[in-house]
């Protein structure tokens, strides 16, 4: 070869964290020679004249491998996205390889449907009734949720319009019942919404129980989610009654058709089931509160209803503030800090780190940023990286080497993961404080 010889190429290879797999062909059988390839990590050594047949089962030897890393990346890139789906994690902490997200969802658009069986119904296999769903969407993806009692599909389409009714039924007819909800999401371009997918069907079940007999006030409910838990969450005390008049006639352009009174009680309803409904997907529960409870009888007009709500949250959130002052929270993310750097070779979860406290995935995920101000995959990173920056300047171990010392499942996830923290490859960084350790040495001496 010009320029270089087999093993530098190599070494530039390994150097450079490319991911591949490498079969040396060589006329050369003294031992210094296989040591030296050994030590580069090759996954074969053929001398020459080579066998045919044995060329053929090292090529067939990597291929299976390649397809085996494959499928694992894509499992692994499934829970990643179930994970960020139910505990809205955010997207960007997932560092995903968008070629792989490609691969997964190639359709335009992106829906969730959940499938929550009544109190008589055994919770179903998804993989059954996949069939079912590719009728409908091009592609599906089912995961079974036990503990929320869930059947989740998350689909991929390449038309927008999917028909609901038509799904429903061909469910009923295979499941032999109609005892179960059906939640259909919007859909979305991006699988960065999946959250937001789930929680709309989820919500969408939620109604469907909450107002059985009143489809407009169900859909106006979906339609002002967001507005309601903003107004409980993010606005001052004082400023509460313009943001509920600001609501309520965003509602009434939905629900013009009900009589005062009843329109009253609706704005209520509505408000409150939304704020029930957050609460409960953080596990808060307060029983003292009744989504559905009347307006006092004084109540005869829109700025005493105002009046009226207004007074009811701030109660809610006083009795949260009881609740979270009889708790003793403030130990939590210290000791999941110092759990994440014993375990942090570990596949950990977010799911693993809420059984270690006893607490609600959703709520700790909120807790890591409101303490912290970042999340629990974060500190996983940072725990990670400053393990591999070590190994990288104290050891000559390869890139996959460190990337499974350190919990990550290839080089090329430690080398995406390497570049967003150090904005440099774990190859530049090596090269770079080696050169400046040399320097240093180099001055010592003189």
Known sequence: MPVMNGFD????????????????????????????????????????????????????????????????????????????????????????????LR????YAYISVVVLEPGAGLKLPDPEVYKDIFLDFYDVCYPMIFVDRREVVFICN??????????????????????????????????????????????????????????PALAGAALFTYNDCVDIFLNTAPDQIKNALNTYVLKLNSL????????????????????????????????PQFRPDE??????????????????????????????????DNHEVIPHLVQYIKANYQKDLSLNDLAQEVNMNPNYLSGLFKKT???????????????????????????????????????????LRIFKKYEHMLPSEFRARKRQVNTGIMSQENQ
């Open 9 to 100: 190429l190599i070494r530039h290879i390994r150097a450079n964290s490319y991911s591949m797999d490498i079969v040396i062909l060589t006329s050369h059988a003294n031992f210094d020679y296989a040591k030296e390839a050994i030590t580069l990590q090759i996954n074969d050594y053929l001398l020459k004249p080579v066998n045919i047949q044995s060329l053929i089962k090292a090529i067939q030897t990597s291929r299976d491998k390649k397809m085996a890393e494959s499928d694992s990346a894509r499992k692994q890139t499934l829970v990643s996205l179930r994970a960020m789906m139910l505990y809205d994690i955010p997207f960007s902490d997932l560092l995903l390889d968008t070629a792989l």
């Open 255 to 286: 629900t013009a058709a009900f009589s005062d009174r009843i329109f009253l009680e609706q704005i209520c309803h509505s408000f409150f089931y939304n704020i029930y409904f957050y609460l409960d997907s953080l596990s808060i529960s307060l």
């Open 103 to 106: 691969d997964l969802f190639p």
């Open 157 to 214: 389409h390449a038309i927008f319009s999917v028909k609901t009714k038509a799904l429903k039924e061909r469910l009923i007819e295979r499941l032999h019942s109609s005892d179960f909800a059906l939640g259909t999401s919007i859909s979305s371009s991006s699988c960065e919404t999946l959250h937001q997918l789930y929680m709309n069907s989820v919500q969408r079940i939620f109604y469907q129980k909450a107002f059985p007999d009143t």
């Open 372 to 414: 912290i101000s970042c999340s629990y995959l974060e500190c996983l990173h940072h725990e990670r990286l400053a393990i591999a920056k070590q190994l990288l300047l104290q050891t000559d171990l390869s890139m996959e080497q460190i990337a499974g010392k350190v919990g990550y499942n290839s080089s090329i996830q430690l």
């Open 294 to 327: 009347r307006l006092p009888e004084a109540v005869t007009d829109l700025p005493s209803a105002i009046d009226a709500i207004a007074d009811r949250i701030l109660w809610i959130k006083q009795e949260l503030k009881k609740q979270d002052d009889n708790t």
